[in-house]
Structure formats: structure tokens, C-alpha cells
Nanobody, 122 residues
Framework: QVQLVESGGRLVQAGGSLRLSCAASGRTFSTSSMGWFRQAPGREREFVAAIRWIDSSTYYADSVKGRFTISEDNAKNTVYLQMNSLKSEDTAVYYC???????????????WGQGTQVTVSS
């Protein structure tokens, strides 16, 4: 059974930084990549970033490119999302997910975490 546990969400001022963590247990072939998604109130869930375990390939949504960085620590089975230059529009519940790389880019995943709230005050 794959479990994903996010942490790190909190209230932060606009322009500030935050790092989210996602600890994964029970990794399988169907969790070859990890991703971050977010959902703001009244909006659909959107893709943020993805990373592939085997070669650390990454992909970002245009809205976060240059501000957010996804990274992995294979030894700890943990994926991070470093968020810099935060804006009020980044406010959302952030979800960690695991699945196949191309699926993640299409907003699909095999496993989801419970989410962590990020609130950016202006």
C-alpha cells in the first residue's frame, strides 16, 4: 500500500518562501514519478510540478516556472517543493501524488496525499 504524507504548509506573506515535503512509503513501479498539484477554493485541481525518480526529469506548470522547484531525496523516499516569490494566487491546498510521469502531466495519478494548506497573504 502506497502512502503519501505531505507537510510544510502554512501561512506566509507574499514574496516569501516555503518548502513542502512529501514522504512516500510502499513505492512500486506504478509510482515511478511524483508530482505536486493544488486546488484553490472554487477552482479545479491543477498540475504544479512533477519529477521522475529514475533520472530526476522535471516539468512545471507555466504559472510556477522559475519560482517553484521540485526535487527528490531517493534515500528518504521524499519529494520537496520549494516555493519562492509566493503570490496570493498560490493560495491553495497542495497535494502530493504518485504515478506515471505522463499521467501526472495530464492531472492523473495513482496515489494521492491528504493535502496541506498553503495560504499567501498579500
Amino acid at each position: 500500500q502506497v502512502q503519501l504524507v505531505e507537510s510544510g504548509g502554512r501561512l506566509v506573506q507574499a514574496g516569501g518562501s516555503l518548502r513542502l515535503s512529501c514522504a512516500a512509503s510502499g513505492r512500486t513501479f506504478s509510482t515511478s514519478s511524483m508530482g505536486w498539484f493544488r486546488q484553490a477554493p472554487g477552482r479545479e485541481r491543477e498540475f504544479v510540478a512533477a519529477i521522475r525518480w529514475i533520472d530526476s526529469s522535471t516539468y512545471y506548470a507555466d504559472s510556477v516556472k522559475g519560482r517553484f522547484t521540485i526535487s527528490e531525496d531517493n534515500a528518504k523516499n521524499t519529494v520537496y517543493l520549494q516555493m519562492n516569490s509566493l503570490k496570493s494566487e498560490d493560495t491553495a491546498v497542495y497535494y502530493c501524488a504518485a504515478g506515471y510521469y505522463n499521467d501526472l502531466l495530464r492531472n492523473r495519478a495513482n496515489y494521492w496525499g491528504q493535502g496541506t494548506q498553503v495560504t499567501v497573504s498579500s
